[in-house]
């Protein structure tokens, strides 16, 4: 299971009110190895500046993929973190997460680091099993 889901959030969705912040909250305390990625990554791109902040260290075990697996492959929890913390992820392999600032004038850096030739350009043998 993706989330751990409290009878009250679980009573919202069945009424179809769900606060969003509740369902960020869902996911912080759920996935907390992801959302301690992203959380991180925010931080260094609001400290550092530049067009994207990303991270290129493999989760520790496999829980910890999953976790990150879990919420960039959900459209809904990939989108509540990107309002959440107002930015654009992105996500190549099983590990390398990016943030990147909703300013447009970084949409070609965006587009780069999403394109096939940028995923092609970011494989490695030792990720071939992550």
């Known amino acids: 299971m993706s989330l751990d889901v409290s009878p009250a959030l679980l009573e919202q969705a069945e009424r179809g ?3 969003e912040a509740d369902f960020v909250d869902c996911v912080r305390t759920s ?3 992801a959302w301690e990625m992203i959380s991180s990554l925010v931080d260094r791109l ?17 829980q910890a993929r999953g976790q990150l697996l879990r919420a960039l492959a959900s459209d809904a929890i990939r989108g509540a973190l ?3 913390f107002g930015v654009r992820l992105a996500f190549q392999n099983c590990h390398r997460v990016a943030v ?10 965006l587009a780069r ?3 096939v030739r940028g995923q092609l350009l970011n494989q490695s043998p030792e990720l071939r099993d992550c």
């Open 82 to 84: 990107q309002r959440h």
């Open 17 to 19: 009110e769900v606060d």
């Open 46 to 62: 609001q400290v550092e500046g530049g067009e994207f902040a990303d991270n290129r260290t493999p989760p520790p075990d496999e």
């Open 113 to 115: 680091f999403t394109s």
């Open 31 to 33: 996935l907390p190895y």
């Open 100 to 109: 990147f600032p909703v300013d447009r004038s970084v949409d070609g850096r």
